[in-house]
């Protein structure tokens, strides 16, 4: 089984950032694909490639071109420093992105224990729905927690272990539950 992992947004544009902190999206999620695929090394027949992006319209061809079983991408949400909580994008006519987004929905809330807001249904005009629409495997957007407020934040840094476990376990549990 081979997972992507990519990593949302990039160097130049690295995404929403916490004015207390100066942690942007970027560099919290390529810190984390890093530590996702240290916790699977020693996993049997999983394959994580972690993929960072040259141009947001060339990322599902480059998505495509490594052929994986499944795409997580690492995001954080952003609003007004006060929404608080964890969800899971997938693509609305993807009943495997459905089941993916399900399991690490569970998984991250029981991590974080941050308000759960659910998994979410996105068309392709959607917020991330352009990803989600057009890569060939089933794919689902990951938003744990809101990076621009101050608590969120706090809980993913002391809980960073249990988030990087929550995307480990839900990796092996697709692997286990054969939709494979």
Request: with cysteine; glycine share 6%; charged share 20%.
């Amino acid at each position: 089984m081979k997972v992507a992992l990519v990593v949302g947004h990039s160097k130049a544009k690295p995404g929403a950032v916490n004015q207390s902190t100066g942690i942007t999206e970027y560099a919290f999620n390529s810190a984390l694909a890093k530590d996702i695929q240290q916790a699977l090394a020693s996993a049997r027949n999983i394959e994580t490639i972690i993929i960072t992006r040259s141009t947001y319209a060339q990322l599902p061809r480059d998505i495509n071109a490594i052929n994986p079983t499944f795409i997580i991408s690492l995001h954080c949400n952003a609003f007004n420093r006060k929404a608080s909580g964890t969800e899971t994008l997938y693509y609305k006519n993807s009943r495997k992105g459905e089941v993916i987004a399900k399991q690490l929905q569970k998984n991250i809330v029981d991590a974080l224990g941050l308000n759960d807001r659910g998994v979410i249904a996105r068309a392709e005009s959607d917020r991330g729905g352009y990803l989600l629409h057009n890569t060939r495997a089933p794919a689902c957007i990951a938003e744990p927690f809101f990076i621009d407020n101050d608590d969120d934040l706090r809980k993913a840094i002391l809980n960073r272990e249990a988030l990087i476990n929550a995307f480990a376990q839900t990796i092996k549990d697709i692997k286990q539950c054969g939709i494979y």
